[in-house]
Each structure stands twice: as structure tokens, then as C-alpha cells.
């Protein structure tokens, strides 16, 4: 996102002496994306950003997944995997419990009370939607208020915690590359277009510095190994947000969703229309609250469709959703329809929505372009029946 920030203090020329008030060296860190040959921002230290203490293994949570074999759509009802009061126990980062995924991108979901561990994900960018509760995300380029509705994107490496003021719930998608607003929204200089349904002024990025104080702090660390993901715990003898400035294209923000200006039509839209971010080998888009297709003879759900090259996933997270009537499907569910299998309305769904001229749902949408594979999470919280809503009845 070629977006032009700047926050607290930066010397008038990048890579000069910064001099701190009693006459000493800030230290400069360029943080940059595809080998310093894409966007990048300049952050300046108090203390060198590299020196560690300690470094040492971090178990991550069970990340390992099975294929969706046999194949058949899924009903996952997120909800379940967090019962009662155990959110309290939990935080935004390490609580988070895997629930589909694949080489390129990973999603899961917490419900979570407590103030996150320091954490850096060094594999790839993630866009964690917040389907309900409040908050803020600090992170090394500052603070970032969060609400409902907000997508937080997060960089690569970027150094942040969450402080949930009370129950946060977190739809996590994890990519292994960069996650950018669609390419088709921006200009050959990186500025959102006009036809775009959101433009640079919906999104919010870190307004000061923290410039939080301590020694020997813990940041756990997602990375790359030999076996696949893994975690490290790092040791710093300084606090890592001793950032006094920074300025460049690459921090974090977050966008609401209540921002996004749906594109309709006189006939049914088909989901490119409804798209907000892109990564290696997936799409995210939504579905809001809006007007639906006005053509006198329209059907306004969805057709039946075959996306021949990907998985959806649809998480569902406010209104009601028509197309999915009847099906069990509700607040915290999502929709597995994999590539291979046609899917659309359930029964009925189609017929009623002839005359319509609204609908108040809210659903986040995830395509992938290679298989996804169920998580420990997603195998927990199956809707067994969900297959055979179509036909009304199951194997024999």
C-alpha cells in the first residue's frame, strides 16, 4: 500500500545522523518488504533494534491440518470452540485455534479476554477480522484502536500485542506472503482509484509513538524452519516499541468494514465486485448491508455456481444471511464450498428473494486457489448434517 505516513520524529533526510536531546545517535531500522525492492518504512530507535539476550523455543499451537476428503461442503460453527467463560482465559495470539488452511494461508479463531504476549509473525502478513468487542492493538509503529467490524491489518515482522477491553472475538487469516488491497483498485502508483469501494481516508494507521519502557522483554516469534512453522521466543534487553518516529509506505492500519461501499447492479454482481484485499493465491471480500440487484425480473440471491479454481469460505458475522436460510447456518458459522462441487441457495432461498430490494447480512469471504484442509478447530466445530441440506435427506 504505497500510502505515505509519518509519526513522531524523522530527520529531514533518511539515513543522517537523528540526534537524540542530549546529543547522542537514534538508531535507524529500515523495514522493508521484497528485498527492499517494494515498500518499506524507516523507524528510529532508542536502542539498537537487534541486540537480543535470550532466544529460545516457542510451542506453537496444534497447526497440523487433513484434507477435505471425501469431498463435501462443511458447516463450521466457530461459536462452539470457545464455551462459556473460557475466553477470559485466553489472548488474541496463543489462543488462537486453527480452523482451515493450506500452503498459502492459514485461518483461525479466538474468543479471548487477556492482553496478548509480545508477537511478531515473520512468515507473512495477517488481516484479523474483529467480528465483535474493542480494543488496541500496540505495536511498534504505535498504538491502533480497534472496534467491531474492523479488519487489523498487521505486516510481516511487525512487533504488536492485543489489550482486549473485555471479550474480543478474532476471525485470523495468516498469510505466507503480503496481503494488499486488489491490484485492480490501484493506480500503477499504488494510490485506491476511483472505482474502488473504499479509499485511503477509511483506513487508520498509528497516530504517535508508544514509546513503552522495560528490560528483558519476551517477543514470541512465528518463523520459518526446517519442518515447516515454528515458534522462538526472543529475549530483549530493551523494550521493543522504543520507536520515537518512523515514516515510509509499510505499517499496519486497520479499515471497517462498515466503510465499504458495496458495487450492485441491475443484475446479481458476482463476488469480484464484493473483494477488499488479495494475497499469493487468495482473496478476501465481504458482503455488506445493501441494495440488491434491481432488474424487474432478478433473482437477488446467488446462482449456483462452480468456482472451478478455488475454495470459498464465507464466515458469517451479522444480519441474515438469505441465501443460507434453512441451513443451520447463523452469527459465527462458516461455509466450507470446495472446488469440485457446485453450490448455491438452499432450497427455497431462491424463490423468496424474487422482489427484494434489500438484504442485511454481513459475511466475510475468503478464496483460495489451492485446496483447503481442515485444522484441529474446524474438525471440532462440524455441522455433521450440512451436506445434505440441499437434497433434504443423507446417505442411505
Given at each position: 500500500?504505497?500510502?505515505?505516513?509519518?509519526?513522531?520524529?524523522?530527520?529531514?533526510?533518511?539515513?543522517?545522523?537523528?540526534?537524540?536531546?542530549?546529543?547522542?545517535?537514534?538508531?535507524?531500522?529500515?523495514?522493508?518488504?521484497?528485498?527492499?525492492?517494494?515498500?518499506?518504512?524507516?523507524?528510529?530507535?532508542?536502542?539498537?533494534?537487534?541486540?537480543?539476550?535470550?532466544?529460545?523455543?516457542?510451542?506453537?499451537?496444534?497447526?497440523?491440518?487433513e484434507p477435505n476428503y471425501p469431498l463435501k461442503p462443511r458447516h463450521l460453527k466457530l461459536h462452539e470452540l470457545f464455551a462459556g467463560e473460557e475466553w477470559k482465559?485466553?489472548?488474541?495470539?496463543?489462543?488462537?485455534?486453527?480452523?482451515?488452511?493450506?500452503?498459502?494461508?492459514?485461518?483461525?479463531?479466538?474468543?479471548?479476554?487477556?492482553?496478548?504476549?509480545?508477537?511478531?509473525?515473520?512468515?507473512?502478513?495477517?488481516?484479523?477480522?474483529?467480528?465483535?468487542?474493542?480494543?488496541?492493538?500496540?505495536?511498534?509503529?504505535?498504538?491502533?484502536?480497534?472496534?467491531?467490524?474492523?479488519?487489523?491489518?498487521?505486516?510481516?515482522?511487525?512487533?504488536?500485542?492485543?489489550?482486549?477491553?473485555?471479550?474480543?472475538?478474532?476471525?485470523?487469516?495468516?498469510?505466507?506472503?503480503?496481503?494488499?488491497?486488489?491490484?485492480?483498485?490501484?493506480?500503477?502508483?499504488?494510490?485506491?482509484?476511483?472505482?474502488?469501494?473504499?479509499?485511503?481516508?477509511?483506513?487508520?494507521?498509528p497516530a504517535e509513538p508508544l514509546l513503552a519502557e522495560g528490560e528483558d522483554v519476551e517477543v514470541l516469534v512465528k518463523h520459518r524452519g526446517s519442518t515447516g512453522?515454528?515458534?522462538?521466543?526472543?529475549?530483549?534487553?530493551?523494550?521493543?516499541?522504543?520507536?520515537?518516529?518512523?515514516?515510509?509506505?509499510?505499517?499496519?492500519?486497520?479499515?471497517?468494514?462498515?466503510?465499504?461501499?458495496?458495487?450492485?447492479?441491475?443484475?446479481?454482481?458476482?463476488?469480484?465486485?464484493?473483494?477488499?484485499?488479495?494475497?499469493?493465491?487468495?482473496?478476501?471480500?465481504?458482503?455488506?448491508?445493501?441494495?440488491?440487484?434491481?432488474?424487474?425480473?432478478?433473482?437477488?440471491?446467488?446462482?449456483?455456481?462452480?468456482?472451478?479454481?478455488?475454495?470459498?469460505?464465507?464466515?458469517?458475522?451479522?444480519?441474515?444471511?438469505?441465501?443460507?436460510?434453512?441451513?443451520?447456518?447463523?452469527?459465527?458459522?462458516?461455509?466450507?464450498?470446495?472446488?469440485?462441487?457446485?453450490?448455491?441457495?438452499?432450497?427455497?432461498?431462491?424463490?423468496?428473494?424474487?422482489?427484494?430490494?434489500?438484504?442485511?447480512?454481513?459475511?466475510?469471504?475468503?478464496?483460495?486457489?489451492?485446496?483447503?484442509?481442515?485444522?484441529?478447530?474446524?474438525?471440532?466445530?462440524?455441522?455433521?448434517?450440512?451436506?445434505w441440506t440441499w437434497a433434504g435427506r443423507g446417505p442411505k
Amino acid at each position: 500500500m504505497a500510502y505515505y505516513r509519518q509519526v513522531g520524529s524523522v530527520p529531514p533526510k533518511r539515513h543522517t545522523q537523528h540526534r537524540t536531546p542530549e546529543g547522542g545517535l537514534y538508531y535507524e531500522e529500515l523495514m522493508g518488504e521484497e528485498g527492499f525492492s517494494s515498500d518499506s518504512s524507516l523507524l528510529y530507535h532508542r536502542h539498537i533494534p537487534s541486540a537480543i539476550v535470550d532466544s529460545a523455543p516457542w510451542q506453537l499451537p496444534d497447526l497440523r491440518t487433513e484434507p477435505n476428503y471425501p469431498l463435501k461442503p462443511r458447516h463450521l460453527k466457530l461459536h462452539e470452540l470457545f464455551a462459556g467463560e473460557e475466553w477470559k482465559r485466553h489472548d488474541v495470539v496463543t489462543g488462537r485455534r486453527l480452523v482451515l488452511g493450506n500452503g498459502d494461508v492459514r485461518i483461525s479463531y479466538v474468543a479471548a479476554g487477556e492482553a496478548s504476549p509480545l508477537y511478531r509473525n515473520s512468515i507473512g502478513d495477517e488481516c484479523v477480522y474483529v467480528e465483535s468487542g474493542e480494543g488496541t492493538v500496540e505495536t511498534v509503529f504505535g498504538a491502533l484502536p480497534f472496534r467491531q467490524g474492523d479488519y487489523v491489518l498487521l505486516p510481516r515482522a511487525t512487533t504488536h500485542r492485543w489489550v482486549p477491553d473485555g471479550l474480543v472475538r478474532a476471525y485470523a487469516i495468516e498469510a505466507n506472503s503480503h496481503i494488499t488491497p486488489a491490484r485492480r483498485y490501484l493506480s500503477k502508483f499504488g494510490q485506491l482509484l476511483e472505482h474502488a469501494p473504499f479509499c485511503e481516508r477509511d483506513l487508520t494507521g498509528p497516530a504517535e509513538p508508544l514509546l513503552a519502557e522495560g528490560e528483558d522483554v519476551e517477543v514470541l516469534v512465528k518463523h520459518r524452519g526446517s519442518t515447516g512453522i515454528v515458534g522462538t521466543k526472543f529475549v530483549y534487553p530493551w523494550h521493543p516499541f522504543d520507536v520515537i518516529g518512523w515514516d515510509g509506505c509499510l505499517y499496519p492500519y486497520t479499515f471497517n468494514v462498515g466503510d465499504f461501499e458495496p458495487i450492485t447492479g441491475r443484475v446479481h454482481q458476482p463476488p469480484p465486485a464484493h473483494q477488499v484485499f488479495e494475497g499469493d493465491n487468495f482473496v478476501i471480500c465481504n458482503f455488506v448491508p445493501r441494495k440488491v440487484d434491481y432488474h424487474p425480473l432478478s433473482i437477488p440471491v446467488p446462482y449456483y455456481h462452480s468456482n472451478v479454481d478455488s475454495d470459498e469460505v464465507m464466515f458469517y458475522c451479522g444480519g441474515d444471511y438469505e441465501a443460507r436460510k434453512g441451513s443451520g447456518i447463523g452469527q459465527g458459522s462458516i461455509s466450507l464450498h470446495p472446488g469440485g462441487h457446485s453450490h448455491g441457495p438452499q432450497p427455497g432461498a431462491y424463490e423468496r428473494s424474487i422482489g427484494a430490494e434489500f438484504f442485511d447480512e454481513l459475511a466475510v469471504m475468503v478464496d483460495t486457489f489451492r485446496p483447503l484442509e481442515l485444522g484441529e478447530g474446524g474438525a471440532a466445530a462440524e455441522d455433521d448434517g450440512y451436506a445434505w441440506t440441499w437434497a433434504g435427506r443423507g446417505p442411505k
